[in-house]
C-alpha cells in the first residue's frame, strides 16, 4: 500500500500568515493527490483534487501543487476559519490511503 | 443536496457485532459506489470498505478483511456496515462518504459519522 507522510505535524501560524503544508508519497501517485480540510467534531470536506484543482465552493486563497511524490498545500494568507487539521489522501491505487494529518493552530 | 445520515452506532463488547447504516439523499444513491471511512479518537482517518454502485464489487482494508461487511440497498437509498468479531481497536466514528462520479477513490460528501465504542 502506499504510505503517505505529511509534514510538519502542527504548524503554529497567526492570521493573515502564509501556510505550506507538504504530503510525500512511498512511490509515485502520478497526480491523483487529494487534500481534505478536518475542523474539531466535523467530517472531512474537499478541499483540493488532482493535486491543484480547488473543489467546488473553496476560496482561492486555498492552492496545491506537485507530481509523482511530492506535494504542497498552500494557504496564501490564513483567515480565522482555516485553523484545522488537513489531510492528504491518495487516490491512485486500492486501498486508498490518508496521511496522518497536520494540524494548522493560532500561534 | 447530498445528505449522508449514519446511524447505529453505540458501545459494545469485544468479540460483539453492530450493524452501522447511512441514509443517503439528494442525489441518485444507486449510482454511485460508496465508501466507509473511520477515524479513531484523536487519531487520523483509516479508510475501512468500497461498494460499487451495483454492489458486485467490493474492497476493504487488510485491517477489517473477513469481519466487516459491507452492502446497500438501492431501493431504499441505505448504505450498510456489518462489523463481526469488534475489537478495541475499531473504536472510531465511522463516516460514509460519497465519492466523484468519475474517480471513484475522491471522496467528494461525507456524513457526519456515527460512533462505535469497543469495551468491556
Known amino acids: 500500500e502506499i504510505v503517505l507522510t505529511q509534514s510538519p505535524a502542527t504548524l503554529s501560524l497567526s492570521p493573515g500568515e502564509r501556510a505550506t503544508l507538504s504530503c510525500r508519497a512511498s512511490?509515485?501517485?502520478?497526480?491523483?493527490l487529494v487534500w481534505y480540510q478536518q475542523k474539531p467534531g466535523q467530517a472531512p470536506r474537499l478541499l483540493i483534487y488532482?493535486?491543484?484543482n480547488r473543489a467546488t465552493g473553496i476560496p482561492a486563497r486555498f492552492s496545491g501543487s506537485g507530481s509523482g511524490t511530492d506535494f504542497t498545500l498552500t494557504i496564501s494568507s490564513l483567515e480565522p476559519e482555516d485553523f484545522a487539521v488537513y489531510y492528504c489522501q491518495q487516490r491512485s491505487n486500492w486501498p486508498i490511503t490518508f496521511g496522518g494529518g497536520t494540524k494548522v493552530e493560532i500561534k | 443536496q447530498v445528505q449522508l445520515v449514519e446511524f447505529g452506532g453505540g458501545v459494545v463488547h469485544p468479540g460483539g457485532s453492530l450493524r452501522l447504516s447511512c441514509a443517503a439523499s439528494g442525489f441518485t444513491f444507486s449510482s454511485y459506489g460508496m465508501h466507509w471511512v473511520r477515524q479513531a479518537p484523536g487519531k487520523g482517518l483509516e479508510w475501512v470498505a468500497f461498494i460499487w454502485f451495483d454492489g458486485s464489487n467490493k474492497y476493504y482494508a487488510d485491517s477489517v478483511k473477513g469481519r466487516f461487511s459491507i452492502s446497500r440497498d438501492n431501493h431504499n437509498n441505505t448504505l450498510n456496515l456489518q462489523m463481526n468479531s469488534l475489537r478495541a481497536e475499531d473504536t472510531a466514528v465511522y463516516f460514509c462518504?460519497?465519492?466523484?462520479?468519475?474517480?471513484?477513490?475522491?471522496?467528494?460528501?461525507w456524513g457526519q459519522g456515527t460512533l462505535v465504542t469497543v469495551s468491556s
Open positions: 488532482d493535486a491543484s
Open positions: 462518504a460519497q465519492p466523484d462520479s468519475n474517480n471513484w477513490r475522491q471522496l467528494n460528501y
Open positions: 512511490q509515485s501517485v502520478n497526480t491523483y
